[in-house]
T-cell receptor, first 117, second 116 residues
Framework: KAGVTQTPRYLIKTRGQQVTLSCSPI?????VSWYQQTPGQGLQFLFE???????NKGNFPGRFSGRQFSNSRSEMNVSTLELGDSALYLC????????????????FGEGSRLTVL | KQEVTQIPAALSVPEGENLVLNCSFT??????LQWFRQDPGKGLTSLLL?????REQTSGRLNASLDKSSGRSTLYIAASQPGDSATYLC???????????????FGQGTILTVHP
């Protein structure tokens, strides 16, 4: 069973540009979450999508956006890049059902490392 | 608001030792708690998920416990090996029900080094 796949793995952009990252979840998983990881702030939640709808959102500016397609694949976009956006962006997938007693286990991909110059 | 703290921040041990990593969380209204491992430059690997109805979960040399009443979880690693060297992260859902969809609050991690 294939894991969570993120592309591209590495990318370099300059300030002011925009970037789109892609995530393919584990087959059968309908929830996709995005996280930003930096040495200073650690892992921070960006947003979560389930069945093409954003169900949850973290405290990031509107330059960070995402979407989910009918096949559960997800993309996130960062516009007007800033130096501080340099980070490892991680995608996680899960079944998405948060009813008590059900798994809720998150499985992460290898991440997309973004460097903004 | 969920806050997660991990102690110690770093740990260096000789091969073969048994060790305990600690995690504390402030909001006990959680459905589960998850432990992850992260190797340098890599993504997160799920180690163990403990449901709120469980007190322990075991996988090989790893054992995790959960005490919701005290807001604590521990990860026990038996007979440590150099290959166990990594950062270990504890993560708790941000809240109960809908407010926690996909949102985990992570501790800062424990950097483990196991010397041959």
């Amino acid at each position: 069973k294939a894991g969570v796949t993120q592309t591209p793995r590495y990318l370099i952009k300059t300030r002011g540009q925009q970037v789109t990252l892609s995530c393919s979840p584990i087959s059968g998983h309908r929830s996709v979450s995005w996280y930003q990881q930096t040495p200073g702030q650690g892992l921070q939640f960006l947003f979560e999508y389930f069945s093409e709808t954003q169900r949850n959102k973290g405290n990031f500016p509107g330059r960070f956006s995402g979407r989910q397609f009918s096949n559960s694949r997800s993309e996130m976009n960062v516009s007007t890049l800033e130096l501080g956006d340099s980070a490892l962006y991680l995608c996680a997938s899960s079944l998405g059902d948060m009813r008590p007693g059900l798994s809720g286990e998150l499985f992460f991909g290898e991440g997309s490392r973004l460097t903004v110059l | 608001k969920q806050e997660v703290t991990q102690i110690p921040a770093a740990l260096s041990v000789p091969e073969g030792e048994n060790l305990v990593l600690n995690c504390s969380f402030t909001d006990s209204a959680i459905y589960n708690l998850q432990w992850f491992r992260q190797d340098p430059g890599k993504g997160l690997t799920s180690l163990l998920l403990i449901q709120s109805s469980q007190r322990e979960q075991t996988s090989g040399r790893l054992n995790a416990s959960l005490d919701k009443s005290s807001g604590r979880s521990t990860l026990y690693i038996a007979a440590s090996q150099p290959g166990d060297s990594a950062t270990y992260l504890c993560a708790a859902p941000h809240g109960a029900g809908g407010t926690s969809y996909g949102k985990l609050t992570f501790g800062q991690g424990t950097i483990l080094t196991v010397h041959p």
